[in-house]
Structure formats: structure tokens, C-alpha cells
């Protein structure tokens, strides 16, 4: 037999649909039965095919007494007849939530579950759709409704979970990631929260019950300024590398991504934050360049290998002629410095040898027992210890070209060379 809207299985299916309001442990709803053959035909809704299959039983094999059957579908314990509620409790989560798209998830309780299974043993899973994947269907084609806004499975703004053992909606809000450039003006501000290592954060009286080393970070400056502008929770800073606390960071900026953690809005004027953290923080610290990314931007500027410019200023003792300093540098230019960990840092990284190139290496200014250059270097060379030499750690070095103690007195970070685009 041929039932319209079934396709050519038609027999095959509504022998099994028999099976299942024969040998079902009650009443079945039409989506839970229409949801059984949901591979078989496109166009039709679960709860459709439902009903065209209860006609076809109740006329055909005379099963009216089963179909008509009162109470609660015994498979999804009257879940599709109660949709509505849930589109409330999720509508009423969404409350006070910017978004443009979301995804509905279900937590399906055991005894689902095990219903699904149940009814699966009698009529096969060949063709059915997982209870879950309707209901989440539904409920999302509801909620785009009364939202005005679209499903999307790859991307969602926000999750909707369905937790059918509480019964309440969770809402699982995704970040925002914006990428900008960071300038850093002045010294002693390091890029992240770093915690106090006499407390680990707790507070102690060597930090001032702060639980800090330091009383603010770049991730911090910005967060105060930018945070509440999205209603976020809190904010991350990823940068594409990072100065030393003492290097101002000039130039261009450093390029990075911040992650702001279940934000309420987000679309905020970027061009109001630049603005707002320029003023917020005058002098100390500025963002430019500010854009909306994906996620997938966290890990690729972390891993970036971006060359660096920095303007050096070095003091010298015993002084040496202008002359050596010139060709110092030139020796230094082009040159692979094989650098063993600095010592300072030495407690938190790990001990090795690492090959950095030097692309350029240029007098800027020059004085008595102070100079000032610029040199442009791979990424991840210790500029400080290029200078001193750490105790024939790193070679070549400065202080060994020159035969004097060389040492940093004063260091920016010019440009950051990377392009996210
Ligand atoms: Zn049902
Ligand atoms: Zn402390």
C-alpha cells in the first residue's frame, strides 16, 4: 500500500506503526509515533505523519480503541503536548540577553531514555529520529518565532539546554572575542593579573591584601573600561606575546584578542571603547584597531611567531669608542643568537637552547656610557640578555662584542609584526 506523504515503505511502516499502538505500554502521542519513521519521508512534521498513520490504523485495521486511548504518551511522558511551557521557561532564561542566534540542547532524563529504548525494541531504529533532536527542532523553531532570531548549529550566540531531569532551562553563554592592538605608556604594568607569590592570591601583608604583585595589568585596565559595556562576567587578555613588565609597549601595539565570559550585550560601538579607554586611562594605556573575531583568533595569535622591534637603551662600563659600537652591531646583524633560558626566568620555564635571529641592529644615539638602538629580532628573543651576555648563556652577545659590562636600562617594544587578516 501507498499512503501519501509515507512513500513506497508505506506497508512496511504502517505494519510497524500496528506493532507499535498494539504492543505499546499506553497512549502514544502523534509525534512520538510520526518521529519512528521520520527518515523515511521529507516535507512532513513528526507529528503530521503521526496522525496520518493513527487514520490509516484506526480506519484500516480497525485499531480505534488503541488510538483513542486517554492519558499521557507513555514514550515522552507528555513532553509534546506541553511545548509551550518549555518555550516560556526558555524565553523567560533569554530575558535580558542580547543575541542574534542560538542552539537548543536537551539533557534527557533516564526514564526517557529508557522509554526510547523501549519502544525502539518493538518497532526498530531504522528509521527514527532520536527523541531529543525532535524536541530540540521544536523548540527552537518556537523560540525563532516569538525571538525574531535564527538557529545556528555551528556558531550560536547562546546555548538553550533543555534539562529534562530539573526541568528548568540553562543557558550556556558564549564568549566574545575582540582583536585590537594594545599600547602600553608607561612601566610597571605587567599584560595579565600576576598573582602574589607569598599568598597565590589570597592576600597576605606582603602584597597588601591585594593578592597581587602588581596593583593593575593591561587585562586589567581594559577590563574596567571595556567590561561593562558588554554585561560580561569577566574579562581574559590573550596576548601575541608579552613585554617585560618594565618595557613600555609603543609603536603600533601588541597585537591581541580579549575574551569577554557570558556577556549580556554584544554589539558594542568598538569605536566608543577605543575612545572610552584612551580617557579611562590617559597617558598609561590605549587600544586600537578594534574588531570582532572568532574563537579559533585565540589560538592563533598565541601561537604566532611575530618578529619584534625594540628600542634599546644600554649602559656601558668602561665606555668604548662609537666606532667598536658600530661594528658591534653590525656583527650582531643577521646573526643567530643561541640563547640558553635567561637565568631570571629560569624558575618557571624550562632550561634549553634557543636559536633567534637578529635582523637588524641600529645606533640611534650615543653618549659617554649610555646609547640608545634599534634592533628588530624574531620573536621570543630576550633582548636583556643579549645585551649582558647572562653569564655566556646567550651568544653572541653585546657585552663580549664590546668588551665592557653591557646592561638594559631602559627598553619599549616598537612594533609587533603580525597580521591577522
Ligand atoms: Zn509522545
Ligand atoms: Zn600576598
Known amino acids: 500500500m501507498r499512503v501519501a506523504?509515507?512513500?513506497?515503505?508505506?506497508?512496511?511502516?504502517?505494519e510497524t506503526a500496528r506493532k507499535i499502538v498494539k504492543e505499546g505500554l499506553g497512549p502514544i502521542c502523534d509525534n512520538c509515533l510520526g518521529r519512528q519513521f521520520a527518515k523515511i519521508s521529507s516535507g512532513l512534521s513528526n507529528a503530521k505523519r503521526g496522525q496520518i498513520l493513527k487514520e490509516v490504523l484506526r480506519?484500516?485495521?480497525?485499531?480505534?480503541?488503541?488510538?483513542?486511548?486517554?492519558?499521557?504518551?507513555?514514550?515522552?511522558?507528555?513532553?509534546?503536548?506541553?511545548?509551550?511551557?518549555?518555550?516560556?521557561?526558555?524565553?523567560?532564561?533569554?530575558?535580558?540577553?542580547?543575541?542574534?542566534?542560538?542552539?537548543?540542547?536537551?539533557?534527557?532524563?533516564?526514564?526517557?531514555?529508557?522509554?526510547?529504548?523501549?519502544?525502539?525494541?518493538?518497532?526498530?531504529?531504522?528509521?527514527?529520529?532520536?527523541?531529543k533532536a525532535e524536541l530540540n527542532r521544536e523548540i527552537g523553531k518556537r523560540i525563532e518565532r516569538e525571538t525574531g532570531k535564527t538557529v545556528d548549529f555551528e556558531r550560536p550566540d547562546l546555548v538553550v539546554l533543555l534539562n529534562l531531569w530539573t526541568e528548568k532551562v540553562e543557558l550556556q553563554v558564549n564568549s566574545v572575542f575582540i582583536y585590537g592592538r594594545y599600547r602600553k605608556f608607561e612601566r610597571g604594568i605587567p599584560q595579565t593579573r600576576w598573582l602574589c607569590r607569598e599568598c597565590r592570591g589570597r592576600g597576605c601583608e606582603k602584597c597588601n591584601y591585594t593578592g597581587k604583585m602588581y596593583p593593575e595589568s593591561v587585562?586589567?585596565?581594559?577590563?574596567?573600561?571595556?567590561?561593562?559595556?558588554?554585561?560580561?562576567?569577566?574579562?581574559?587578555?590573550?596576548?601575541c606575546g608579552r613585554e617585560d613588565i618594565d618595557a613600555r609597549m609603543l609603536g603600533s601595539g601588541r597585537p591581541f584578542v580579549v575574551e569577554i565570559k557570558e556577556p549580556k550585550r554584544r554589539n558594542v560601538d568598538l569605536r566608543m571603547l577605543e575612545d572610552k579607554v584612551r580617557e579611562e586611562n590617559a597617558g598609561k594605556l590605549e587600544v586600537t584597531g578594534l574588531q570582532y573575531v572568532k574563537r579559533e583568533m585565540v589560538a592563533q595569535i598565541k601561537s604566532a611567531k611575530a618578529d619584534k622591534t625594540y628600542r634599546v637603551g644600554v649602559r656601558i662600563k668602561p665606555k668604548v669608542p662609537e666606532k667598536d659600537l658600530e661594528n658591534a652591531l653590525n656583527t650582531l646583524t643577521g646573526a643567530v643568537i643561541e640563547q640558553r633560558t635567561p637565568t631570571r626566568?629560569?624558575?618557571?620555564?624550562?632550561?634549553m637552547v634557543r636559536r633567534r635571529k637578529v635582523h637588524s641592529a641600529k645606533l640611534i644615539s650615543f653618549d659617554e656610557s649610555v646609547f640608545f638602538m634599534e634592533i628588530r629580532c624574531d620573536g621570543g628573543l630576550y633582548i636583556k640578555e643579549l645585551v649582558s651576555g647572562d653569564g655566556g648563556r646567550?651568544?653572541?652577545?653585546?657585552?663580549?662584542?664590546?668588551?665592557?659590562?653591557?646592561?638594559?636600562?631602559?627598553?619599549?617594544v616598537m612594533d609587533v609584526f603580525y597580521c591577522c587578516t
Not at 506523504?5 to 504502517?14: A, F
Not at 587585562?219 to 596576548?239: P, T
Not at 653572541?396 to 638594559?408: C, F, H, Q
Request: net charge negative; aromatic share 8%.
Open 5 to 14: 506523504g509515507l512513500g513506497d515503505l508505506g506497508e512496511d511502516v504502517i
Open 59 to 131: 480506519t484500516k485495521w480497525n485499531l480505534g480503541e488503541e488510538i483513542e486511548l486517554q492519558g499521557k504518551c507513555w514514550v515522552c511522558n507528555g513532553l509534546f503536548e506541553n511545548l509551550d511551557e518549555w518555550v516560556l521557561k526558555a524565553l523567560e532564561a533569554l530575558r535580558g540577553y542580547e543575541f542574534d542566534s542560538f542552539l537548543v540542547g536537551t539533557k534527557v532524563s533516564g526514564m526517557l531514555l529508557e522509554n526510547e529504548e523501549l519502544i525502539w525494541e518493538i518497532a526498530g531504529a531504522s528509521y527514527a529520529e532520536p527523541l
Open 219 to 239: 587585562e586589567e585596565l581594559i577590563s574596567s573600561s571595556i567590561l561593562a559595556a558588554f554585561k560580561g562576567k569577566y574579562m581574559v587578555l590573550h596576548g
Open 345 to 351: 626566568v629560569l624558575h618557571r620555564r624550562a632550561d
Open 394 to 412: 646567550t651568544k653572541p652577545n653585546l657585552s663580549e662584542l664590546l668588551g665592557t659590562d653591557a646592561e638594559v636600562k631602559e627598553l619599549d
